[in-house]
């Protein structure tokens, strides 16, 4: 074991309750008063191929999976072999000896034993809990109380199951991890959980999205939330229908969100555009995957922080902030709704899949959330496009006496058509004017996260490598300065003056290093060199801290 | 007619039909209104094109969208707030062009909302290019040989995809038309208006005049109204069906409103605490 972190890791084929059994695994850990940090890396199928949960619990915080894992089940031998090098020294691994032998560790008949009953491979899943139950020294009546909880189906066949599973994991390993309990239980959710989660809490009323992952979970979950909360949650035809319908919600005084991934967000550029001169608050959460293009769906990536920032023809006010947590993601996607509608402008929420569908326990103060409020004109004599002295015009909706026009044209400040030079010059000003007042806000918010450390290097990064950097850094006890600005347009520049002219590393997702170019660009920022990972898989925190280490040495 | 006017100035050519859609309409809201339709419960939104001027003539509010995506922008609108009542204005390059999966989708949804289609035939205002609407043998810029694809039948298409009132209606004959967009508003559900507008530097008032007449009934049924579509020439006016189906946003959340009975942050808070409890 890694100082006091456990990691189980479950892999196998999609279908036989991979995932569900890291989900388990991870509420075994969070009962006990655990921290958890849980990674699901599936492939793009539905059935078949290779699934694998990795799950890290101590008893302090922990923000990352380790690909060392003290406890190893596999399923069938492509796991076997896939995971290989995936043990911690002095691991077990635990495989299914109907499908192989001669493999170093404990084989257990897992499908002969299942084959006994009538859900056989569904029930993979129930034996790998079994199986680190035993481990983990678990009583049986502990065991089938998770099970009765987290397997509502089934019951009987899976505590009879899952009975004779434990007593099969011998040779010492039964007790063999005694792990210390923690402080208290907390709630697991995944980033497009709290993403979900803040969005409410900030005044969402309506969400609209096509599938894409690893954006989809964020429809899902408000799908299922909508009646509870009384939203409206559309799923349309594509994201060209989803972003206008999201701008047409809005115009009615609707908070509306989007989400999506890549290729979904290069779809709704236009309408990013169309956000930007009607001065439409919209907010999109763009949740990258390795791209261009199609790319690897159900992987992960940071290369789209450069199409973010230019997303959309035109100059228009973007705003675009990046959640270096899950708890994090709750607080930022509420800000940002109250950001674009104090500024009635788009917003980009910025993520990616290994923040948006990985798991942690969290401690989130729900009611720190901010909520979305619009500047609304009252009296007569309304013009949609007042130009003020900080560009803001006040809102209305309708139904109104008052005549409410949004045009995509440029226009006065009545909402009419315009072609007058005069008035396309006014026009910019007006909504470029918006920019300083956003700065002056931001100014007196929390825009970046500064650890600050004793070695005189800096270490900067964004969105959920923050998490991997930080599980490295406590992993190598190394204690460089970490920097990570949450907001990325306007990129906090007044924040980072001070470490101009230091050393400065950067550590991101993108064989480019977008990041670093930015940090160069609109900071000043002299940057000696940048740790990059583009595989598709999130930093290991212990590959990522002897890097580190190399670094700052 | 009332004056409805925004103090715009017109840009539409002379002698255009897009007029006489313009003060059918403006005819159209003073009798909405006698039948308890409010003018402030009446949004707009328009795509871009010259049926789309229309949106700073009329003195109503609304959204001036982009290029085939008014039909969705409309959407929005109804699903966030349904006690409005949503016109969506689109020309045939438009809405059947660059918008038409948005135009199909918002009929397939029965989206409580009303189309009205600026049917001239043609891209008029980027020069005289060939629509999804133009006759076969058209020579506009882009098909300098003629175009020799053939045309959408706007109506038995938008009765196939779902759509439950589709009608066609004329600019020259403004008494039927503004009677047309009268019923096609006040139904509830898609409706759709194909109306017949020369476009003056394209077509003459001359090839519409002698060719217009009337269905001689309603069809009972959409198989019967597709099959009248189909076989009628395509200067026939009236409605060719009328159907009850549940619009969408009563699918979606029955007799919800999500802005006017919105949540308060306290109830969703407490709705929140006790989702985490469950995780």
Known sequence: MVHDVFTFLVGGKAGEGVKKAGSVAAHIFSSMGRQVFQMDDYMSLIRGGHNFSVVSTSSSWISSQYMKADLVVNFDKRSCDTHTHDVAEGGIVIFNSDEQENVDGIGIPLSSEVEKYPMKKLMYGVGAVAILSSTIGLSKDQMNQNIKNQYPRGIEDNIKFAGTIYDMVKDGCQNKYRLEKGEKKRPIITGNDAISLGAIAGGLDAYFGYPMTPASSILHFLAKQAVNFGLAVVHAESELAVINMAIGAAFTGAKSMVGTSGGGFALMTEGMSLAGITETPILCVLSMRPGPATGVPTYTEQADLNFALNAGHGDYLRIIASPGTVEEAYHLTAEMLDLVWKFQTPGILLTEKHLSESSMTTNLYIDEAKWAEPNIHSGGNYKRYKDTNDGISPMLFPPSKEIIKWNSYEHDEIGITTESANMIEKMHNKRNKKLGKLIEHLKTQKTVNIIRGEHPTNIFTYGSTYMSVLEALKYGKLNPTTVQPIYLSPLPVWELEEFKNQDNIVIEQSITGQFASLLKEKAGLNIRSVIKRYDGRPFDPIELSIKIKEELE | ?279
């Not at chain 2, 009798?31 to 795509?47: M, Q, Y």
């Not at chain 2, 090839?207 to 959409?222: A, I, Q, R």
Request: glycine share 10%.
């Open chain 2, 1 to 279: 007619m009332e004056n409805l006017k925004t103090n715009a100035e017109i840009t539409w050519c002379p002698g255009c039909g897009n007029f006489g859609i313009f003060n059918a309409l403006r005819n159209a809201i003073p009798k909405l209104e006698a039948k308890g339709i409010s003018r402030e419960d009446i949004v707009i939104t328009a795509g871009i094109g010259c049926h789309a001027k229309i949106f700073d003539y009329l003195n109503i509010s609304g959204f001036y969208g982009l290029h085939g995506r008014n039909s969705s922008n409309a959407e929005g609108m109804k699903i966030a707030n349904p006690n409005l009542k949503v016109l969506t204005f689109s020309g045939d390059g438009n809405g059947l062009g660059e918008g038409l999966a948005h135009t199909i989708f918002a009929a397939k949804r029965n989206q409580d909302i009303t189309m009205i289609l600026h049917n001239n035939g043609v891209y008029a205002l980027t020069t005289g290019q060939f629509s999804p609407l133009t006759d076969q043998g058209w020579k506009g810029p882009s098909t300098p040989g003629g175009s020799f694809e053939v045309p959408f039948n706007a109506i038995s298409l938008l009765i196939e995809v779902g759509a439950t009132f589709v009608a066609r209606g004329y600019a020259g004959d403004i008494k039927h038309l503004t009677e047309t967009m009268v019923k096609a508003i006040e139904h509830e559900g898609f409706s759709f208006i194909e109306v017949l507008q020369p476009a003056m530097p394209y077509h003459k008032w001359e090839e519409y005049k002698n060719k217009v007449e009337f269905l001689d009934k309603e069809p009972m049924s959409k198989e019967e109204a597709i099959n009248v579509a189909r076989n009628s020439h395509k200067f026939t006016l009236g409605v060719f069906f009328q159907a009850s189906r549940k619009a969408y946003h009563k699918g979606l959340y029955g007799d919800h409103n999500p802005i006017t009975k919105r949540l308060s942050k306290d109830t969703r808070l407490d709705k929140i605490r006790k989702i985490l409890e469950s995780k």
